[in-house]
């Protein structure tokens, strides 16, 4: 009889291997090459999720590997900016070059401008014109538009973006520094080319590992390729089923902690792995956070985790001379003490240079028309 696991159970599993119940003293790069990169589209908010998971975490320890190429950020799952290892930079872009490919044509703007190009020219004229210096978007765009002037450099930038790999350099994404949204390709910036064929089991086997167990559809929700059963169905998979009767695929030796493990305080930053990487998210996402009717356009929610769950959001608010950690509970929390207490570590992370500091929890908030 195939084993269920209730949703409780499901969460624990996955926030053990996101190293959400315990924190790892694991090296920096060893935590990034095990969640298979963390969703870095922001700057820094990024540095939250690394706080969250490795015990000790300084932002200067993912600093310096972005500014020695330890680290790189890149589109790779999903066509999002994600912080990878070097390693990862070239073996993961193969992989999901058809989530990019169909990036071509889903700007019907741009596809249509596109159709007529000699596609294979722009791409050589773009990796030349980024071999000899790191350059925007914006940049790449006008100076191919000198040739092919014919086409908008916006849809010229966009065909790069889709073919070229891009490696997004520092200071763009280093703590306490900015800087252009500047690119160039990964030969140029590790000196090695990406790999020439994906391998699309290790994908899955690296994604189990990571945020299992898992359905085929969120595998696919979370590297945004299609048409992986067969893959799935030929791997040495433990199968289970969810309390609804979806089936779930597992690594045999994957941690499946007890349900009733406790699950402390844990904060997540707004683009956080854990909420974006399975197509039924309810294993955390509460339906309290679809009830808050967030604005679609306005800054993305950044939440905190009570017993696993979405218990709360939360926001940074600078003052002149203080720094404040604004917590609002979507319900009545079982130990707000605990809870300000992981708050204020954080807060300490993040404003270290203030003068003072302060965590403040709201009412409960209501949920939004």
């Known amino acids: ?16 291997r996101q190293f ?3 924190r790892t003293a694991a090296a920096v790069p060893e935590v990034v090459a095990h969640l ?33 190429r330890e680290l790189v950020r890149m589109a790779v799952m999903r066509s999002t900016i994600h912080l990878v290892t070097a390693r990862d930079a070239l073996a993961l872009r193969p992989a999901v070059q ?22 294979g020219a722009v791409v050589a004229a773009a990796r030349a014109l980024l071999a000899e210096k790191p ?40 703590w306490g520094r900015s800087g252009p949204v500047a690119h160039t390709t990964p030969e140029a910036w590790l000196g090695a080319p990406a790999a020439d064929e994906p391998r699309l089991a290790d994908l899955v086997l690296r994604y189990l590992a990571a945020f299992g167990p898992a359905t085929v559809k969120d595998v696919q929700t979370w590297s945004g390729l299609t048409r992986l059963r067969e893959v799935v169905e030929r791997l040495p998979l433990l199968r289970l089923r969810d309390e609804d009767g979806q089936e779930l695929f597992d690594l045999p030796d994957a941690p499946r902690p007890d349900e009733d493990v406790p699950a402390p305080p844990r904060f997540l930053y707004d683009y956080d792995n854990l909420l974006l990487s399975h197509a039924d998210r309810r294993r955390v996402v509460t339906g309290d956070v679809r009830a808050q009717n967030y604005d679609p356009h306005g800054p993305v929610p950044q939440f905190f985790l009570v017993d696993g769950v979405t218990a709360g959001d939360w926001r940074l608010h600078r003052g002149k001379g203080v720094a404040t950690l604004e917590l609002r509970p979507f319900h009545r929390l079982p130990d707000p003490d605990e809870v300000e207490r992981e708050a204020a570590r954080l807060l300490a992370f993040l404003a270290p240079d203030a003068p003072r500091h302060e965590v403040r929890t709201t009412s409960p908030a209501a949920p939004r028309p």
Do not use: I
């Not at 009889?1 to 053990?16: E, F, N």
């Open 98 to 119: 058809p989530v990019l490919d169909r990036g071509l044509t889903r700007d019907h703007t741009r596809g249509r401008d596109g159709r007529e190009l000699d596609v």
């Open 36 to 68: 298979v990169g963390l969703q870095a589209q922001t700057p820094h908010t990024w540095y939250t999720g690394l706080w969250s998971r490795v015990a000790d975490f300084t932002p200067g320890r993912a600093a310096d590997l972005l500014l020695n």
């Open 135 to 174: 350059r925007t978007q914006k940049e790449v765009g006008a100076l191919l538009h000198e040739r092919w002037p014919g086409h908008a450099p916006g849809s010229l930038a966009h065909v790069v973006r889709c073919l070229v790999p891009l490696v997004q350099v520092p200071p763009r994404g280093v």
């Open 1 to 16: 009889m195939t084993p269920v696991l209730s949703r409780r159970a499901l969460g624990r599993a996955t926030l053990a």
């Open 20 to 22: 959400l119940l315990d």
